[in-house]
């Protein structure tokens, strides 16, 4: 075996180790490409992940010259470039040479800041069996065409990154299986335990009205309401672990539950799609946040519920006309309850946008759109 070999083994073992024990896809995708850099002695290099829709997300880079890293890599998030349009169009199958880059020619033309005299780069798209995820790019200063032994590094490389994008992809849904079993299971032991004894509660409670006198039955007689309050509640808790209601669809759902709670919801929806199982849930439990927080804090029990679906986009926006709170938009790292931050989470894990607009006697606007 030749030293060229060797170290060809040696890159792919080092690489294969970081793959294997990361679980960030950042990390992960961060380490290897230093790591392949260091033992190819590339210089420049970075990794888009490539969503179906065409949407990419510079996920690791090292190394770029200042061009750029311009307006905080604004170069690297927005535009077209050769290696995206073939890969979205399917044309981009194995490691290639791009004749030339067109990130790094607009950088020169715009005057965005120095080049290292880079202007061609490797391409390979980032693949596991049929599924791709996105593209590795590779450079370095005055070179312009890369041998066939190197792509055939890179591309080995690519599969490796491949398939740990999909290890880490099984993995998170196996987890989301895992905890939507667990809501089921701690939504049916409530329901078979906790709400029939409230159940049971009540109706000892409301015997006791009908033979109490007086102190004695006033007290049974508020027994018996705070054991059917604490009944709805459970219910509502039941629905937020275990939100079946989503089989009539969101606007349904979430109708459905501002009802259950005490609240008229006049619910409109635009436009009509099949909406990711993940975003609808995430959907759902954000209205139900919001309607919990206007039957508790608005002082109203009518709320207004806009579902707008338009081609790669929905917009959920939940408003009422209640007591309000001062907040301004720009304070959204302050927002004032947990539940607030817990919707903008949720939201902000689907590469959502997440807006709250209120006033103190001018109600409560929250807004929430998500690509798909």
Not at 102 to 120: F, P, Q, S
Not at 292 to 302: L, S, T, Y
Request: hydrophobic share 40%.
């Amino acid at each position: 075996m030749t030293n060229e070999q060797l170290n060809e083994l040696k890159i792919l073992k080092d690489i294969a180790e970081i793959l294997n024990e990361s679980t960030d896809v950042k990390k992960m995708l961060q380490g290897t490409l230093v790591q392949l850099l260091k033992a190819t002695q590339l210089h420049t290099g970075w990794i888009f992940l490539i969503d179906e829709c065409g949407n990419y997300e510079l996920m690791a880079a090292h190394n770029l010259p200042d061009g750029l890293t311009n307006h905080q890599i604004e170069p690297m998030r927005n535009g077209s470039c050769w290696c995206v349009s073939r890969y979205c169009n399917g044309k981009l199958t194995k490691a290639t040479n791009t004749m030339e880059c067109k990130r790094l020619d607009e950088a020169t033309v715009h005057d965005w800041g120095e080049t290292n005299n880079i202007t061609h780069h490797a391409t390979v798209p980032l693949y596991s069996g049929k599924e791709q995820f996105g593209i590795l790019n590779v450079a370095a200063p005055g070179k312009q065409y890369f041998n066939q032994q190197e792509l055939d590094i890179l591309g080995a490389v690519a599969l490796q990154i491949g398939t740990a994008l999909k290890r880490l992809h099984l993995i998170k849904k196996e987890q989301e299986m895992r905890l939507r079993d667990e809501r089921n299971r701690l939504a049916q032991d409530l329901h078979d335990s906790v709400n029939q004894l409230l159940f049971s509660i009540q109706l000892t409670a409301k015997a006791g009205t009908k033979i109490g006198h007086g102190a004695s039955g006033d007290m049974f007689e508020l027994i018996q309401q705070t054991a059917s309050q604490a009944q709805a509640e459970m219910k509502a808790l039941i629905l937020q672990l275990r939100p079946d209601g989503l089989q009539q669809g969101l606007v349904c759902a979430l109708t459905s539950y501002g009802e259950m709670i005490g609240l008229s919801v006049n619910a409109i929806r635009e436009g009509t799609a099949f909406l990711p199982a993940s975003v609808e849930e995430m959907l759902f439990r954000a209205g139900q946040e919001a309607m919990n927080n206007c039957r508790k804090h608005a002082g109203v029990h009518d709320v207004k519920l806009l579902l707008s679906i338009q081609k790669e986009k929905v917009t959920m926006t939940v408003s009422d006309k209640g007591m309000g709170f001062c907040y301004e938009e720009y304070e959204s790292a302050m927002l004032p309850t947990i539940g607030l931050k817990a919707m903008k989470q949720r939201v902000e894990k689907q590469s959502g946008t997440f807006h709250v607009t209120s006033k103190l006697g001018e109600g409560t606007t929250i807004q929430i759109a998500v690509p798909f």
